[in-house]
T-cell receptor, first 115, second 114 residues
Framework: EAGVAQSPRYKIIEKRQSVAFWCNPI?????LYWYQQILGQGPKLLIQ????????DSQLPKDRFSAERLKGVDSTLKIQPAKLEDSAVYLC?????????????FGPGTRLTVT | KQEVTQIPAALSVPEGENLVLNCSFT??????LQWFRQDPGKGLTSLLL?????REQTSGRLNASLDKSSGRSTLYIAASQPGDSATYLC?????????????FGEGTQLTVNP
């Protein structure tokens, strides 16, 4: 089965610019997660979707970050405007409705550099 | 608020050595604990998961233990190989959290030298 796909793999932007990341989960996976991983740290959950609804966005900086999963399949994460501290790897993960709670599959991530 | 700490931050060992990675968490009310491996430029790969009612899990040369009451877990790697070089992340899932949010530690960067 194909894994979680993310694009782009790398992105370099200047501060105050906008950027968007795309994630296509494993087919049939109802739950989708976006994590932020700053260099030297563990991933931090930004937002969790169940189908097209938000389950948990308590750690999402809503003044500049937004995410959507309109059709309950692929998802986009946007940052507008970007700050230097947003430089990180953005990981997408998905989970099957039939799998155990532990079955999160991660994509390769998008490495964002804000200059 | 749950906090997860991993020690050491980095470890370099010669091939063939047995090693232990440590993970501690502040809130013992966890649902389960999971160890991941992360290779440069790649996503996370799940290695072992221990339910809160379990004491340990084994997979090949890997053994993970859990002492929930003291808020500690260890990942034991036997007979290390250069291919084991990666960052190892510990993550816990809270019993009260909806969905399956994971709280991660900062990771241990392991280098196994041939």
């Amino acid at each position: 089965e194909a894994g979680v796909a993310q694009s782009p793999r790398y992105k370099i932007i200047e501060k105050r610019q906008s950027v968007a990341f795309w994630c296509n989960p494993i087919s049939g996976h109802a739950t989708l997660y976006w994590y932020q991983q700053i260099l030297g740290q563990g991933p931090k959950l930004l937002i969790q979707f169940q189908n097209n609804g938000v389950v948990d966005d308590s750690q999402l900086p809503k003044d500049r970050f937004s995410a959507e999963r309109l059709k309950g399949v692929d998802s986009t994460l946007k940052i507008q405007p970007a700050k230097l501290e947003d430089s990180a790897v953005y990981l997408c993960a998905s989970r099957s409705p039939c799998g155990g709670l532990e079955e999160q599959y991660f994509g390769p991530g998008t490495r964002l550099t804000v200059t | 608020k749950q906090e997860v700490t991993q020690i050491p931050a980095a470890l370099s060992v010669p091939e063939g050595e047995n090693l232990v990675l440590n993970c501690s968490f502040t809130d013992s009310a966890i649902y389960n604990l999971q160890w991941f491996r992360q290779d440069p430029g790649k996503g996370l790969t799940s290695l072992l998961l221990i339910q809160s009612s379990q004491r340990e899990q084994t997979s090949g040369r890997l053994n993970a233990s859990l002492d929930k009451s003291s808020g500690r877990s260890t990942l034991y790697i036997a007979a290390s190989q250069p291919g084991d070089s990666a960052t190892y992340l510990c993550a816990v899932r809270q019993a009260e959290t909806s969905g399956s949010r994971l709280t991660f530690g900062e990771g241990t960067q392991l280098t196994v030298n041939p």
